[in-house]
């Protein structure tokens, strides 16, 4: 079913396939809790209530309607980017427009082309721009929603003259912010799994006989490396980061039989799958037991290169070091230290330096360019949060997936 052709029908009662799972989340406020998780829903995700649509991705709402908050009113204009699929707009522009009728909608192809028609100048909200220096510059002084078309939200922290000048703004401008957090996890989560197996499996070193035209299933030639093809149900796995990918990584990874250990910044709490969690200061502690590493955490001042030399050498020799997280989080001279000493077994990222291809060539290095949150439902899921966050902003609800301009995420 195309989003054209959907009708009203997620926004009515009717019964709802998740149980009380969902009802909890819907109103845990966006705090700490963890319901008690299922298997991820399937079919037309444009077909779920509003509240299966939470609990399908996992989103959190806030704490506060936006009707309570400072310079809210209902809005008549809103500026949406529709980006890489312009001969769509209109069939996207329609799907939004049924939740907000008497709204005008403006699509625009990116900031540039919205800067030129002028169509900032008198919107109260943006849908689909970051929430950078730039963005902050170009809208109107009416703007007080911004829909972020990314999961990543650094610019609202890190952006501007001075740095941080960007996230005062926002602040004294009551500007709410939401993001594409949870979105795309299943996506990247998948995509992180595929590159520790490949490690685990050793792919990077049979692609390389591949290309030089090795067999290598004689006693002889066969590759004989520790590191590789161990059972899962002797693997441990230490998520550093247990947000929404992390969770979902873990989950996968847990369905395999690894035994799946954690750390949260904000609690202890975790699924039940999660044989323990622990706080951001134990994690190198956790790291000794870990047979692989997952980081994803966010860009935040305070995660500024928190995977260095301490946290390399807390690692087994035997253990790989899995990475999502963007590329300030990680001291990319330690970690390739890390990697030529033998400390830890290998990596694999979906990012990292583009122009340090000392990284790029060395052994054990799986890499892919910034590409795990790509999949077939990348678009659509991206106008179902547009959609349920514009339906929510109209009415006044609360919002999903609003980003703290205090912590940084």
């Known amino acids: 079913m195309s989003t054209a052709q959907l009708t009203r029908r997620q926004l009515v009662a009717r019964p709802l396939v998740v149980g009380v799972c969902a009802l909890v989340l819907a109103c845990s406020g966006g705090g700490d809790e963890f319901p008690e998780p299922s298997a991820p829903l399937t079919g037309s995700y444009e077909d779920f209530t509003s509240e299966e649509l939470v609990q399908a991705f996992g989103l959190r709402e806030s704490d506060v309607p936006v009707r309570e908050l400072p310079g809210?009113?209902?809005?008549?204009?809103v500026v949406v980017v529709v980006p890489e699929e312009w001969d769509r707009h209109e069939e996207r522009i329609a799907f939004l427009q049924e939740v907000a009728p008497g709204v005008e909608l403006i699509p625009v192809r990116d900031r540039r082309d919205a800067v030129d028609r002028g169509v900032l100048a008198d919107a109260q909200a943006v849908i689909g721009l970051g929430c950078g220096a730039s963005t902050v510059a170009a809208i109107g002084p009416e703007v007080r929603w911004i829909q972020s078309g990314s999961v990543g939200v650094a610019g609202c922290f890190t952006s501007?003259?001075?740095?941080?000048?960007?996230?005062?703004?926002?602040?004294?401008?009551?500007?709410v912010v939401?993001?594409?957090?949870?979105?795309?996890?299943?996506?990247i989560a998948q995509h992180s799994l595929t590159l520790?197996?490949?490690?685990?499996?050793?792919?990077?070193?049979?692609?390389?006989?591949?290309?030089?035209?090795?067999?290598g299933r004689t006693q002889t030639d066969v590759v004989k490396d520790k590191n590789l093809d161990r059972e899962f149900q002797d693997q441990t796995l230490l998520v550093v980061g247990l947000g929404s990918i992390g969770t979902e990584v873990g989950r996968l990874a847990h369905a395999l039989g690894m035994?799946?250990?954690?750390?949260?910044?904000?609690?202890?709490?975790?699924?039940?799958?999660?044989?323990?969690?622990?706080?951001?200061?134990?994690?190198?502690?956790?790291?000794?037991?870990?047979?692989?590493?997952?980081?994803?955490?966010?860009?935040?001042?305070?995660?500024?290169?928190?995977?260095?030399?301490?946290?390399?050498?807390?690692?087994?020799?035997?253990?790989?070091?899995?990475?999502?997280?963007?590329?300030p989080v990680v001291n990319w001279d330690d970690l390739k230290d890390a990697l030529r000493s033998g400390s830890i077994a290998g990596f694999?990222?979906?990012?990292?330096?583009?122009?340090?291809?000392?990284?790029?060539?060395?052994?054990?290095?799986?890499?892919?360019?910034?590409?795990?949150?790509?999949?077939?439902?990348?678009?659509?899921?991206?106008?179902?949060?547009?959609?349920?966050?514009?339906?929510?902003?109209?009415?006044?609800?609360?919002?999903?997936?609003?980003?703290?301009?205090?912590?940084?995420?």
Do not use: C
């Not at 501007?160 to 500007?175: A, Q, Y």
């Not at 939401?178 to 996506?187: D, F, I, K, Y």
């Open 348 to 409: 694999g990222a979906d990012d990292l330096p583009q122009s340090d291809f000392e990284l790029w060539d060395m052994p054990r290095v799986i890499m892919t360019p910034h590409v795990s949150d790509y999949s077939n439902r990348y678009r659509d899921n991206q106008f179902l949060i547009y959609r349920e966050n514009l339906r929510r902003y109209v009415a006044g609800d609360r919002m999903l997936n609003v980003v703290d301009l205090q912590r940084g995420y």
């Open 72 to 77: 809210w009113a209902p809005p008549e204009r």
């Open 178 to 187: 939401t993001s594409m957090r949870s979105m795309t996890a299943r996506a």
């Open 259 to 327: 035994r799946v250990i954690a750390t949260r910044n904000s609690s202890t709490s975790g699924p039940a799958f999660v044989d323990y969690v622990g706080l951001s200061d134990e994690m190198y502690e956790l790291a000794g037991q870990a047979d692989v590493v997952f980081a994803s955490v966010p860009n935040t001042p305070d995660t500024q290169e928190m995977f260095d030399a301490k946290f390399f050498d807390a690692m087994k020799e035997t253990a790989y070091f899995v990475s999502i997280v963007r590329l």
């Open 160 to 175: 501007g003259t001075p740095p941080g000048e960007t996230n005062r703004i926002l602040r004294e401008r009551d500007i």
């Open 196 to 215: 520790m197996l490949s490690l685990i499996g050793g792919m990077d070193i049979h692609a390389e006989r591949q290309r030089n035209h090795v067999w």
